[in-house]
Protein backbone atom coordinates (compact mmCIF):
# COMPACT_ATOMS: atom_id res chain seq x y z
CA UNK A 1 0.00 0.00 0.00
CA UNK A 2 1.09 3.27 -1.25
CA UNK A 3 1.87 5.67 1.88
CA UNK A 4 -1.37 7.77 2.76
CA UNK A 5 -1.79 11.01 1.30
CA UNK A 6 -3.81 13.42 3.88
CA UNK A 7 -6.57 16.34 2.95
CA UNK A 8 -4.07 18.80 5.19
CA UNK A 9 -1.78 18.33 7.97
CA UNK A 10 0.78 20.38 9.93
CA UNK A 11 3.82 21.98 7.75
CA UNK A 12 6.71 23.32 9.80
CA UNK A 13 8.80 26.22 8.44
CA UNK A 14 12.03 25.63 10.51
CA UNK A 15 12.18 28.28 13.24
CA UNK A 16 9.31 27.02 14.97
CA UNK A 17 11.39 25.15 17.12
CA UNK A 18 13.88 28.31 17.81
CA UNK A 19 10.75 29.82 19.65
CA UNK A 20 10.04 26.66 22.05
CA UNK A 21 13.40 26.27 23.14
CA UNK A 22 13.53 29.87 24.10
CA UNK A 23 10.33 29.17 26.01
CA UNK A 24 11.94 26.13 27.76
CA UNK A 25 15.31 28.37 28.00
CA UNK A 26 13.90 31.29 30.11
CA UNK A 27 11.32 28.84 31.71
CA UNK A 28 7.98 30.29 30.41
CA UNK A 29 6.18 27.45 30.26
CA UNK A 30 2.73 29.12 30.95
CA UNK A 31 -0.75 29.84 29.19
CA UNK A 32 0.94 33.64 29.15
CA UNK A 33 4.83 34.95 28.11
CA UNK A 34 7.01 36.34 25.09
CA UNK A 35 6.02 34.07 22.86
CA UNK A 36 1.81 35.27 23.67
CA UNK A 37 2.65 38.58 23.10
CA UNK A 38 4.79 38.14 19.60
CA UNK A 39 2.34 36.18 18.46
CA UNK A 40 -0.60 38.43 18.87
CA UNK A 41 1.93 41.32 17.67
CA UNK A 42 2.13 39.20 14.52
CA UNK A 43 -1.88 38.81 13.17
CA UNK A 44 -2.23 42.04 14.14
CA UNK A 45 0.65 43.66 11.25
CA UNK A 46 -0.75 40.43 9.14
CA UNK A 47 -4.29 41.40 9.81
CA UNK A 48 -3.90 45.19 9.79
CA UNK A 49 -7.05 47.51 10.08
CA UNK A 50 -6.23 48.22 13.24
CA UNK A 51 -6.77 44.79 14.64
CA UNK A 52 -6.10 43.94 18.46
CA UNK A 53 -6.18 40.08 18.79
CA UNK A 54 -6.11 38.22 22.02
CA UNK A 55 -4.48 34.43 21.79
CA UNK A 56 -6.41 31.84 22.58
CA UNK A 57 -6.59 27.56 23.07
CA UNK A 58 -8.57 27.12 19.98
CA UNK A 59 -10.98 29.12 17.69
CA UNK A 60 -13.86 27.14 20.32
CA UNK A 61 -12.82 29.08 22.81
CA UNK A 62 -12.38 32.38 20.35
CA UNK A 63 -15.91 31.78 19.52
CA UNK A 64 -17.76 31.48 22.85
CA UNK A 65 -16.23 34.37 24.40
CA UNK A 66 -17.05 35.94 21.24
CA UNK A 67 -20.24 35.21 22.26
CA UNK A 68 -20.01 36.20 25.77
CA UNK A 69 -18.45 39.59 24.83
CA UNK A 70 -21.30 40.52 22.02
CA UNK A 71 -23.67 40.11 25.54
CA UNK A 72 -25.40 36.88 24.15
CA UNK A 73 -27.15 35.61 27.36
CA UNK A 74 -29.19 32.28 27.69
CA UNK A 75 -32.71 31.89 26.06
CA UNK A 76 -31.17 34.53 23.31
CA UNK A 77 -31.41 33.44 19.36
CA UNK A 78 -27.99 33.80 17.63
CA UNK A 79 -28.61 33.02 13.69
CA UNK A 80 -25.75 30.85 12.28
CA UNK A 81 -24.53 29.79 8.74
CA UNK A 82 -25.92 26.00 8.84
CA UNK A 83 -23.27 25.25 6.68
CA UNK A 84 -20.27 24.86 8.54
CA UNK A 85 -18.34 22.92 10.56
CA UNK A 86 -19.94 22.32 14.35
CA UNK A 87 -17.59 23.89 16.52
CA UNK A 88 -19.32 27.15 14.47
CA UNK A 89 -22.76 25.86 16.29
CA UNK A 90 -21.77 24.32 19.72
CA UNK A 91 -20.98 27.51 21.58
CA UNK A 92 -24.39 29.14 20.72
CA UNK A 93 -25.12 26.20 22.74
CA UNK A 94 -22.40 26.58 25.36
CA UNK A 95 -24.63 29.29 26.64
CA UNK A 96 -27.71 27.93 26.37
CA UNK A 97 -28.84 30.41 23.89
CA UNK A 98 -30.81 29.17 20.40
CA UNK A 99 -29.35 28.60 17.09
CA UNK A 100 -31.44 29.76 14.20
CA UNK A 101 -29.53 28.66 10.93
CA UNK A 102 -29.79 30.07 7.81
CA UNK A 103 -28.63 28.57 4.30
CA UNK A 104 -25.84 29.00 1.76
CA UNK A 105 -25.33 31.04 -1.53
CA UNK A 106 -24.21 29.62 -4.68
CA UNK A 107 -21.27 32.21 -5.11
CA UNK A 108 -19.40 31.72 -2.15
CA UNK A 109 -21.09 28.57 -0.39
CA UNK A 110 -21.22 30.51 2.81
CA UNK A 111 -24.60 32.47 4.31
CA UNK A 112 -26.91 33.54 1.94
CA UNK A 113 -27.40 37.92 2.58
CA UNK A 114 -31.09 37.44 1.36
CA UNK A 115 -31.72 34.33 3.20
CA UNK A 116 -30.29 35.97 6.39
CA UNK A 117 -32.61 39.58 6.19
CA UNK A 118 -35.43 37.03 5.33
CA UNK A 119 -34.84 35.52 9.02
CA UNK A 120 -33.81 38.29 10.74
CA UNK A 121 -37.64 39.69 9.21
CA UNK A 122 -39.14 36.85 10.68
CA UNK A 123 -37.73 36.81 13.47
CA UNK A 124 -38.83 40.13 14.38
CA UNK A 125 -42.18 39.51 13.46
CA UNK A 126 -42.10 36.86 15.70
CA UNK A 127 -41.29 39.66 18.17
CA UNK A 128 -37.78 37.91 18.45
CA UNK A 129 -34.49 40.02 18.00
CA UNK A 130 -31.78 38.01 17.16
CA UNK A 131 -28.50 38.43 19.53
CA UNK A 132 -25.81 37.91 17.05
CA UNK A 133 -25.19 36.79 13.55
CA UNK A 134 -22.65 34.25 12.94
CA UNK A 135 -21.23 33.83 9.26
CA UNK A 136 -18.18 31.77 8.50
CA UNK A 137 -15.48 31.90 5.31
CA UNK A 138 -15.99 28.03 4.05
CA UNK A 139 -12.52 26.57 3.06
CA UNK A 140 -10.80 29.75 2.93
CA UNK A 141 -13.53 31.53 0.56
CA UNK A 142 -15.08 34.57 1.98
CA UNK A 143 -18.33 35.17 3.14
CA UNK A 144 -20.28 38.16 1.54
CA UNK A 145 -19.13 40.47 4.11
CA UNK A 146 -20.02 43.63 3.07
CA UNK A 147 -23.52 42.96 2.06
CA UNK A 148 -23.48 40.92 5.75
CA UNK A 149 -22.74 44.14 7.55
CA UNK A 150 -24.90 46.09 5.82
CA UNK A 151 -28.15 44.32 7.02
CA UNK A 152 -25.87 43.50 10.69
CA UNK A 153 -25.79 47.58 11.05
CA UNK A 154 -29.55 47.81 9.87
CA UNK A 155 -30.93 45.90 11.99
CA UNK A 156 -28.28 46.78 14.73
CA UNK A 157 -27.33 42.97 15.36
CA UNK A 158 -22.96 42.26 16.20
CA UNK A 159 -21.72 40.04 13.99
CA UNK A 160 -18.75 37.24 15.23
CA UNK A 161 -16.80 36.34 12.18
CA UNK A 162 -15.49 32.80 11.75
CA UNK A 163 -12.66 33.27 10.07
CA UNK A 164 -11.15 29.82 11.31
CA UNK A 165 -10.18 28.25 7.80
CA UNK A 166 -9.70 31.49 6.23
CA UNK A 167 -6.57 32.94 7.50
CA UNK A 168 -5.16 35.43 4.87
CA UNK A 169 -8.02 35.62 2.75
CA UNK A 170 -9.71 38.90 2.14
CA UNK A 171 -11.71 40.89 0.08
CA UNK A 172 -10.75 44.12 -2.21
CA UNK A 173 -7.67 43.89 -0.11
CA UNK A 174 -9.52 43.69 3.49
CA UNK A 175 -8.36 40.17 5.54
CA UNK A 176 -11.27 38.00 6.52
CA UNK A 177 -11.62 37.91 10.43
CA UNK A 178 -11.39 41.93 10.51
CA UNK A 179 -15.09 42.49 9.10
CA UNK A 180 -17.09 41.77 12.00
CA UNK A 181 -17.60 43.04 15.25
CA UNK A 182 -15.62 40.39 16.92
CA UNK A 183 -13.45 38.12 14.39
CA UNK A 184 -11.89 34.26 15.46
CA UNK A 185 -9.25 32.57 13.84
CA UNK A 186 -8.06 29.03 14.34
CA UNK A 187 -4.69 27.40 14.41
CA UNK A 188 -5.82 23.97 15.04
CA UNK A 189 -3.37 20.97 13.04
CA UNK A 190 -5.14 20.99 9.98
CA UNK A 191 -5.16 24.67 9.24
CA UNK A 192 -3.45 27.15 7.04
CA UNK A 193 -0.58 27.43 10.01
CA UNK A 194 -0.98 25.98 13.75
CA UNK A 195 0.30 26.06 16.51
CA UNK A 196 -1.11 22.54 17.27
CA UNK A 197 -4.17 23.82 18.40
CA UNK A 198 -4.72 27.43 19.30
CA UNK A 199 -7.04 30.35 18.29
CA UNK A 200 -7.26 33.81 18.59
CA UNK A 201 -10.33 36.46 18.84
CA UNK A 202 -10.13 39.82 16.46
CA UNK A 203 -11.29 43.03 17.34
CA UNK A 204 -11.05 46.74 15.83
CA UNK A 205 -11.07 47.99 19.67
CA UNK A 206 -8.66 47.45 22.34
CA UNK A 207 -11.04 47.00 25.20
CA UNK A 208 -13.07 44.11 23.58
CA UNK A 209 -9.57 42.35 23.53
CA UNK A 210 -8.40 43.29 26.63
CA UNK A 211 -11.64 41.71 28.17
CA UNK A 212 -11.14 38.61 26.35
CA UNK A 213 -7.52 38.43 27.95
CA UNK A 214 -9.41 39.00 31.03
CA UNK A 215 -12.32 36.49 31.02
CA UNK A 216 -9.64 34.29 29.30
CA UNK A 217 -7.50 33.96 32.19
CA UNK A 218 -10.38 32.97 35.32
CA UNK A 219 -11.80 36.71 35.58
CA UNK A 220 -9.37 37.85 38.18
CA UNK A 221 -10.09 41.51 39.40
CA UNK A 222 -7.70 43.31 40.60
CA UNK A 223 -6.28 42.31 44.28
CA UNK A 224 -4.16 40.45 46.21
CA UNK A 225 -6.18 37.44 47.01
CA UNK A 226 -8.26 35.94 43.97
CA UNK A 227 -11.71 38.46 43.84
CA UNK A 228 -13.80 37.42 40.81
CA UNK A 229 -17.15 39.29 40.19
CA UNK A 230 -17.83 37.69 36.56
CA UNK A 231 -17.70 33.78 35.23
CA UNK A 232 -14.04 33.16 34.30
CA UNK A 233 -12.69 30.90 31.23
CA UNK A 234 -9.15 29.33 31.11
CA UNK A 235 -8.65 29.63 27.35
CA UNK A 236 -5.63 31.70 26.98
CA UNK A 237 -3.24 30.17 24.80
CA UNK A 238 0.24 28.10 25.67
CA UNK A 239 3.51 30.11 25.53
CA UNK A 240 4.48 27.11 23.83
CA UNK A 241 2.18 26.70 21.58
CA UNK A 242 2.41 30.44 20.61
CA UNK A 243 6.31 29.66 19.82
CA UNK A 244 5.05 27.64 17.22
CA UNK A 245 2.85 30.27 15.11
CA UNK A 246 5.75 32.62 15.79
CA UNK A 247 7.42 30.18 13.40
CA UNK A 248 4.37 29.75 11.34
CA UNK A 249 3.55 33.05 10.49
CA UNK A 250 6.98 33.88 8.88
CA UNK A 251 5.84 30.98 5.98
CA UNK A 252 2.52 32.19 5.82
CA UNK A 253 2.27 34.25 3.02
CA UNK A 254 4.15 30.51 0.92
CA UNK A 255 1.41 28.17 3.03
CA UNK A 256 -1.02 30.89 0.66
CA UNK A 257 0.26 30.50 -2.55
CA UNK A 258 1.38 26.95 -2.07
CA UNK A 259 -2.68 25.90 -1.48
CA UNK A 260 -3.61 28.36 -4.04
CA UNK A 261 -1.42 26.55 -6.88
CA UNK A 262 -2.47 22.88 -5.32
CA UNK A 263 -6.07 24.93 -6.41
CA UNK A 264 -4.89 25.65 -9.90
CA UNK A 265 -3.33 22.52 -10.64
CA UNK A 266 -6.14 20.75 -9.75
CA UNK A 267 -7.99 23.43 -12.07
CA UNK A 268 -6.05 22.65 -14.94
CA UNK A 269 -5.86 19.37 -15.00
CA UNK A 270 -9.80 18.57 -13.99
CA UNK A 271 -11.33 21.64 -14.85
CA UNK A 272 -12.07 20.54 -18.49
CA UNK A 273 -13.79 17.41 -17.40
CA UNK A 274 -17.86 17.57 -17.66
CA UNK A 275 -19.59 17.58 -14.56
CA UNK A 276 -16.48 18.66 -12.11
CA UNK A 277 -17.35 21.79 -10.55
CA UNK A 278 -14.30 23.86 -8.81
CA UNK A 279 -15.43 27.21 -6.72
CA UNK A 280 -14.37 30.84 -8.16
CA UNK A 281 -13.65 33.63 -6.32
CA UNK A 282 -15.63 36.92 -7.25
CA UNK A 283 -14.62 40.08 -8.61
CA UNK A 284 -12.12 41.18 -5.11
CA UNK A 285 -12.25 38.12 -3.55
CA UNK A 286 -9.34 36.46 -2.21
CA UNK A 287 -9.26 32.88 -1.11
CA UNK A 288 -6.38 31.36 0.56
CA UNK A 289 -7.70 28.08 -0.67
CA UNK A 290 -7.25 26.31 2.44
CA UNK A 291 -8.88 23.09 0.81
CA UNK A 292 -9.62 22.57 -2.88
CA UNK A 293 -13.14 21.54 -3.00
CA UNK A 294 -15.20 20.26 -6.11
CA UNK A 295 -18.99 19.71 -6.76
CA UNK A 296 -19.56 16.51 -8.78
CA UNK A 297 -22.58 16.66 -11.03
CA UNK A 298 -23.57 13.27 -11.48
CA UNK A 299 -26.03 13.34 -14.62
CA UNK A 300 -23.13 15.23 -16.63
CA UNK A 301 -20.14 13.52 -14.81
CA UNK A 302 -21.55 9.77 -14.74
CA UNK A 303 -20.36 8.82 -11.43
CA UNK A 304 -21.12 10.60 -7.79
CA UNK A 305 -18.75 12.29 -5.56
CA UNK A 306 -18.97 9.46 -3.42
CA UNK A 307 -17.59 7.35 -6.04
CA UNK A 308 -15.01 9.73 -6.18
CA UNK A 309 -14.08 9.51 -2.47
CA UNK A 310 -14.38 5.67 -2.57
CA UNK A 311 -11.55 5.46 -5.05
CA UNK A 312 -9.38 7.45 -3.79
CA UNK A 313 -9.46 5.89 -0.67
CA UNK A 314 -8.53 2.38 -2.39
CA UNK A 315 -5.45 4.38 -2.91
CA UNK A 316 -5.06 5.32 0.74
CA UNK A 317 -5.86 9.20 -0.46
CA UNK A 318 -8.11 11.21 2.31
CA UNK A 319 -10.64 13.40 0.88
CA UNK A 320 -13.96 14.37 2.51
CA UNK A 321 -17.61 15.33 1.48
CA UNK A 322 -18.41 19.41 2.44
CA UNK A 323 -19.54 19.87 5.80
CA UNK A 324 -22.68 18.47 6.38
CA UNK A 325 -25.30 21.41 7.57
CA UNK A 326 -25.98 21.94 11.22
CA UNK A 327 -29.89 22.00 10.05
CA UNK A 328 -29.34 18.20 9.09
CA UNK A 329 -27.15 17.43 12.59
CA UNK A 330 -28.85 15.06 14.93
CA UNK A 331 -27.95 17.20 17.75
CA UNK A 332 -29.36 20.52 16.48
CA UNK A 333 -32.61 18.52 15.40
CA UNK A 334 -35.91 21.00 16.02
CA UNK A 335 -33.99 24.12 15.24
CA UNK A 336 -35.30 26.93 13.47
CA UNK A 337 -34.13 26.48 9.87
CA UNK A 338 -34.21 29.14 7.02
CA UNK A 339 -33.14 27.45 3.43
CA UNK A 340 -33.47 27.18 -0.42
CA UNK A 341 -31.94 23.58 -0.09
CA UNK A 342 -28.54 24.65 -1.52
CA UNK A 343 -26.39 23.98 1.63
CA UNK A 344 -28.11 20.52 1.55
CA UNK A 345 -27.47 19.94 -2.51
CA UNK A 346 -23.67 21.06 -2.14
CA UNK A 347 -23.57 18.37 0.91
CA UNK A 348 -24.73 15.89 -1.48
CA UNK A 349 -22.02 16.59 -4.31
CA UNK A 350 -19.54 18.20 -2.92
CA UNK A 351 -15.80 16.56 -2.06
CA UNK A 352 -12.97 18.01 -0.67
CA UNK A 353 -9.74 16.46 -1.84
CA UNK A 354 -6.02 17.09 -0.81
CA UNK A 355 -4.98 20.62 -0.79
CA UNK A 356 -2.17 20.31 2.34
CA UNK A 357 1.07 23.25 1.33
CA UNK A 358 3.26 20.34 2.02
CA UNK A 359 1.38 18.23 -0.70
CA UNK A 360 5.02 17.17 -2.61
CA UNK A 361 4.17 17.76 -6.93
CA UNK A 362 4.89 13.41 -6.95
CA UNK A 363 1.78 13.04 -4.23
CA UNK A 364 -0.55 15.41 -5.98
CA UNK A 365 0.26 13.60 -9.35
CA UNK A 366 -0.36 10.50 -7.55
CA UNK A 367 -3.74 12.04 -6.64
CA UNK A 368 -4.76 13.26 -10.40
CA UNK A 369 -3.90 9.97 -11.91
CA UNK A 370 -6.07 7.76 -9.34
CA UNK A 371 -8.47 10.37 -10.46
CA UNK A 372 -7.59 9.87 -14.52
CA UNK A 373 -7.69 6.50 -14.33
CA UNK A 374 -11.39 6.15 -11.96
CA UNK A 375 -12.40 8.40 -14.64
CA UNK A 376 -11.57 6.36 -17.68
C1 LIG B 1 -11.56 24.66 12.81
C2 LIG B 1 -12.82 25.43 12.87
C3 LIG B 1 -13.30 25.95 14.07
C4 LIG B 1 -12.75 25.58 15.41
O1 LIG B 1 -11.45 25.91 15.64
P1 LIG B 1 -10.63 25.04 16.74
O2 LIG B 1 -9.37 25.84 16.84
O3 LIG B 1 -10.43 23.68 16.17
O4 LIG B 1 -11.41 25.04 17.99
C5 LIG B 1 -14.42 26.76 14.04
N1 LIG B 1 -15.05 27.02 12.89
C6 LIG B 1 -14.64 26.52 11.72
C7 LIG B 1 -15.38 26.88 10.48
C8 LIG B 1 -13.52 25.70 11.67
O5 LIG B 1 -13.14 25.16 10.50
Known amino acids: MKPKIWMSSPHMG ?9 AFDTNWIAPLGPNVNGFEQDLELFLDQGSHVAALS ?12 LGVKQGDEVICQSMTFSATANPISYIGAKPVFVDSEKDTWN ?3 ELLEVAIKDRLAKGITPRAIVPVHLYGMPAKMD ?5 ARHYQIPVLEDAAEALGSSINGRKCGTFGDIGVLSFN ?5 TTSGGGALVS ?3 SVVKDARFLATQARDEAPHYQHSQIGYNYRMSNICAGIGRGQMQVIADRIKQRRSVYNRYVDHLGGISGIHF ?3 PAGYFSNRWLTTVLIDKDEAGFTREDLRLALEKENIESRPLWKPMHMQPVFEGCTYYGDGTSEKLFETGLCLPSGSNL ?7 VLDVIDTFIK
Open 14 to 22: GTEQQFVNE
Open 58 to 69: SGTAGLHLGLVL
Open 111 to 113: ISH
Open 147 to 151: EIMDI
Open 189 to 193: GNKII
Open 204 to 206: AHS
Open 279 to 281: LHE
Open 360 to 366: SNDDLER
